[in-house]
């Protein structure tokens, strides 16, 4: 890749906005692998249902968005 695709690309992905959400979200990530590691996999679970949660409610907004403005929102 030549230096201004990549510089192109970090300008389109809009990077430091991700930046402090990714670095937070790596100590939760490794203490699932501890706790799966450790057998204790229910902990994992209770500690993995706020994300799915989380998920399940930005899919449901974006369905409703969609249906609502039919198929405009990109």
């Known amino acids: 890749?030549?230096?201004?695709?990549?510089?192109?690309?970090?300008?389109?992905?809009?990077?430091?906005?991700?930046?402090?959400?990714?670095?937070?979200?790596?100590?939760?990530?490794?203490?699932?692998?501890?706790l799966v590691a450790s057998g204790l996999y229910w902990v994992a679970q209770v500690m993995l249902a706020p994300l799915a949660m989380g998920i399940i409610l930005a899919a449901l907004t974006y369905l409703l968005a969609v249906i609502e403005f039919r198929g405009t929102l990109r």
């Open 1 to 34: 890749m030549r230096h201004s695709t990549v510089r192109h690309f970090l300008i389109r992905t809009h990077w430091k906005r991700w930046l402090l959400p990714c670095l937070c979200l790596l100590p939760y990530i490794l203490s699932l692998l501890w």
